[in-house]
């Protein structure tokens, strides 16, 4: 559906893509993961046709994407990452002239006005300013204002900044139903919990370039290790770090140690070995790696770094 | 132009949600009109200054100065002040010596003195001394023709008494009383009277314009007899307010000049909050948010207009309907041009606080040398010539003409050429400036 084939874009003497290609089809719900600054919000810009890349080509259901064909973006739609919508005006008023600018009116315009007020839980507020609006609910209106004109591929730049969990569960439920129903949908974001419970592939994207691509489960299989183990960190656990040095990965938290096997290191050595220091097995938990040790193990950078 | 047509009315659905903005754009201006047509006296019938103090000393014996006190207490220009009041509150009469501390107290900022010597019978004319602190060059200027004109109004013979001083100097004193008694004598053989009579007027300064003496009122003045000036008005003769007509359109230009640079600036609170992001994502150009912004800017712009120029008709009775049809043509162009203006200072702007303070400056610059605030033609030639090139100098020629001048549609069209000329131009740049900056980024 979109594709993006060697894309540079540069501002000034820092390059914000560099060499960037990616293939996304049509029903997918893709990720892009990274901090700030990797180039996501380059990748949305160019998407949408704010910005032209320097080098490389977009197209999208074969046809080249240009700022200068503004038709061709009719299919899109753009979830900024501001709540960009007009403060003083009510949220149906916000929403009917989003919808007048891509043509909509009369009673489609209604109905479709009114479904997105409905599935966001708007509706009774729909007559007040949005800026007598809570942050999360004009998260979600941002996000209705996107989709009236029911484009075929959604940009969802970085969408809950600042919310709180009950509008993110809302935003959340909202676009996978929507992605079920045939949305396609690009999704930035610096939050590994939001890429792994949303999207189908993942982007992993740091100075400008995406070193790892995949589904959840091919990205986690490039670690150099199935299982991490997390124990508290007190006097007794100590020692044990000390131990563990030889035999992997042993990264500090504020009240936890996490431990990352070597390849090829066995757990039942892991589990001998605290035997024999007396550590209760009840200390331990072990679990599957995530995005977050994928993203320190490609480029040494924690993502909130 | 459906696109066009939808930024436009989400442009006014915005600024009638924004309270403070229509009351800037409506009411405010019409308060302020309101407020400057009393400050200048835009409907009192006799306009000018009032109640100006000056001091007056008279150290002369003759007559003929209490005459001119007296001129001077009616006219109502000033307030005459002839007595000193001292701390424990006795009154005196006002010495030349008191003056120069009550000036520098700030009692009063004129004086006249009437010396002792107001005739000389060395010198022709009348002695006197002006004191000033002329803190204020107009004032002092105003002051200064208002007291050449009581004086040469209200009191021609003393001018006669000065000639018949300088005449004594001359020939002598006996001489001169006895060309004075044949002079009489001649009158009374030839017109009759009583030739003793006749003689005292003379010497009081009275060579036969009995009325001369009067109060300057019905054109009998002096200077109205010695020179008839005869004022024919070719244009303007049927307006019902004619100081309000002259300026309430460059207030109205002031404000519309702030309101739509406002306007325009407003780009970037759109900017942002994301909004340009989120709509050039869709079927939507640079250049239609642009002719938006520039439809908006004239729309909002005719309403302010014909709001002040409503308040001008309900205030001052300014006579706008008669005018209706030109007078919006050129409140179209007028704004247009205004709305152009906006839109380059947001354009070479780098932020709406920047934009607002370059707004503020290039606005009052603008207004004085285009004529808003006074006439072009008192300043100096070169500041004429720039004047020519602002809008609001074009603007107030257009409103002039409408509504002082009875101009037809093709008297306006130079003036609606310059300020379409004016607005292409300018918006060219602006368009360009947004094209090559930040503004959509």
């Known amino acids: 559906m979109l594709s993006l084939e060697n894309i540079t874009k540069r501002y000034g003497a820092i390059t914000a893509l560099d060499g960037v290609s990616l293939q996304i089809e049509a029903g997918e719900f893709f990720g892009l993961l990274g901090p700030n600054g990797a180039g996501k919000s380059t990748i949305m810009s160019l998407v949408a046709g704010l910005r032209a890349p320097d080098a490389g080509r977009i197209t999208l259901n074969g046809q080249p994407m240009s700022a200068a064909r503004p038709e061709a973006r009719a299919s899109l739609g753009l979830v900024p990452q501001h709540i960009a919508l007009y403060p003083k005006l009510s949220a149906e008023q916000n929403l009917r002239i989003f919808g007048q600018l891509y043509g909509l009116g009369g009673a489609i315009l209604r109905d479709r006005v009114n479904e997105g007020l409905e599935a966001m839980q708007l509706a009774d ?12 609910m004009q998260r979600r209106l941002n996000i209705i204002a996107a989709l009236l004109h029911r484009p075929k591929l959604l940009l969802c730049d970085e969408p809950t900044v600042g919310v709180d969990p009950q509008s993110r569960n809302a935003i959340f439920d909202f676009l996978e139903k929507l992605n079920r129903e045939g949305l396609t949908v690009i999704y930035s974001t610096h939050y590994m919990e939001e890429a792994t419970r949303l999207c189908t592939r993942i982007g992993i994207i740091d100075h400008g370039k995406i070193p ?20 508290p960190r007190t006097e007794a656990t100590t020692a044990l ?10 990264e500090p938290g504020d009240e936890h140690y996490r431990f990352r096997p070597q390849p090829g290191y066995k757990l039942s050595n892991f589990y001998q070995l605290t035997e024999s220091l007396g550590l209760p097995a009840r200390l331990f938990t072990s679990q599957r790696p995530t995005l977050e040790a994928l993203f320190l193990h490609l480029t040494g950078r924690n993502l909130r770094e | 132009m459906r696109t066009i047509l939808v930024l436009v009315r989400k442009d006014f659905a915005n600024f009638f949600r924004n309270k403070a903005a229509v009351s800037l754009t409506f009411a405010v201006p019409f308060a302020l009109i309101w407020l400057f047509g009393a400050v200048f006296g835009v409907n009192r019938k006799d306009s000018g200054p009032t109640d100006i103090p000056l001091a007056v000393v008279n150290a002369s ?61 060395k010198t022709f004319g009348l002695h006197l001394k002006v004191y000033t602190n002329p803190r204020n060059e107009i004032e002092t200027q105003l002051v200064n023709g208002i007291l050449q004109k009581t004086i040469f109004s209200n009191v021609p013979q003393l001018l006669g008494q000065s000639l018949i001083a300088r005449g004594r100097g001359t020939i002598g004193a006996e001489r001169m009383d006895k060309f004075n008694q044949a002079i009489a004598d001649n009158v009374a053989r030839n017109f009759g009277g009583d030739p003793a009579a006749i003689r005292k007027g003379i010497e009081q300064g009275d060579f036969g314009a009995g009325g001369l003496g009067g109060t300057g009122a019905g054109g009998d003045s002096l200077i109205s007899q010695v020179i008839r000036v005869e004022s024919i008005q070719v244009a303007g003769q049927d307006v019902k307010s004619p100081v309000a007509t002259r300026i309430v359109g460059g207030w109205a230009m002031q404000f519309l000049l702030f309101a739509l640079s406002a306007a325009a600036t407003a780009l970037f609170s759109e900017r942002d909050h994301g909004i340009f992001h989120r709509i050039l994502a869709g079927p939507v150009t640079r250049a239609q948010i642009l002719w938006s912004k520039f439809v908006y800017g004239i729309c909002i712009g005719m309403l302010q207009l014909i709001t002040l120029f409503l308040a001008g008709r309900i205030l001052y009775g300014i006579d706008v309907e008669h005018h209706i049809g030109l007078l919006l043509l050129i409140c179209a162009f007028a704004a247009a041009a205004c709305t152009s203006f ?26 004085a040398i285009g004529g808003a605030w006074f006439p072009v033609t008192l300043m100096p030639e070169f500041i004429q010539q720039i004047s020519k090139l602002t809008l609001v100098y074009w603007a107030m020629e257009g409103f002039s003409q409408v509504l ?22 300018v918006m060219t740049i602006a368009v360009w400036r947004f094209n090559r900056g930040k503004i959509f980024d």
Not at chain 1, 125 to 136: A, E, H, K, L
């Open chain 1, 125 to 136: 507020r729909r007559r007040d300013p949005v800026s007598t609006f809570s942050g999360g």
């Open chain 1, 212 to 231: 790892a691509l995949g589904t959840l489960d091919e990205l986690l299989l490039k670690l150099p290790f199935e299982e991490e183990i997390r124990f």
């Open chain 2, 404 to 425: 002082w001048a009875n101009a037809s549609f093709m008297e306006l069209l130079p003036t609606l050429g310059f300020l379409g000329g004016i607005t292409a131009v």
């Open chain 1, 241 to 250: 770090v000390a131990k563990l040095g030889a035999h992997g990965s042993v």
């Open chain 2, 61 to 121: 014996t003759n007559p003929g100065a209490e005459k001119l006190i007296e001129a001077l207490k009616a006219e109502k220009a000033f307030k005459v002040i002839t007595k000193y009041t001292a701390d424990d509150k006795t009154e005196r009469p006002l010495r030349e010596a008191d003056l120069a501390a009550l000036m520098r107290a700030n009692e009063f900022r004129f004086a006249l003195v009437i010396p002792e010597d107001l005739f000389s019978e």
């Open chain 2, 342 to 367: 906006g839109m380059l200072l947001a354009a070479i702007s780098s932020s709406q606080e920047a934009a607002s303070g370059l707004a503020t400056f290039l606005i009052l610059l603008m207004c």
